[in-house]
């Protein structure tokens, strides 16, 4: 079992920046794809960006890509978001997920574990 911590949410000015991290309860390298998804009020939960277990290969969803980064340390066996230049609709719950393999998925169904999620609100 995985266990998965985020932290680093909070208000952020649009704009600016902001850095998620998702920390793992064991060792995540060899086994999974790190990914994060978010959900706003009133919505389904959608793919932000996800990370090959190497850490090689990166995926983004086309609202976020050239603004937000993915990168894995797998010694400390975390995960991050960077946050660029984040705009009002990216005020969500963000949530981070590993799952099993090496390719990256990006629908919810597809992850093994789940974090509570970190909530990023960016004013205007």
């Known amino acids: 079992q995985v266990q998965l911590v985020e932290s680093g949410g909070g208000l952020v000015q649009g704009g600016g920046s902001l850095r998620l991290s998702c920390a793992a309860s064991e060792s995540t390298r060899m086994m999974y794809a790190m990914d994060w998804f978010r959900q706003a009020p009133g919505k389904e939960r959608e793919f932000v960006a996800g990370i090959s277990w190497s850490g090689g290969r990166t995926y983004y969803a086309d609202s976020v890509r050239g603004r937000f980064t993915i990168s894995r340390d797998n010694a400390k066996n975390t995960v991050y978001l960077q946050m660029n230049s984040p705009q009002p609709e990216d005020t969500a719950v963000y949530f981070c997920?590993?799952?099993?393999?090496?390719?990256?998925?990006?629908?919810?169904?597809?992850?093994?574990?789940w974090g509570k999620g970190t909530l990023v609100t960016v004013s205007s």
């Open positions: 997920a590993a799952e099993l393999g090496i390719v990256v998925h990006t629908t919810p169904e597809a992850m093994n574990y």
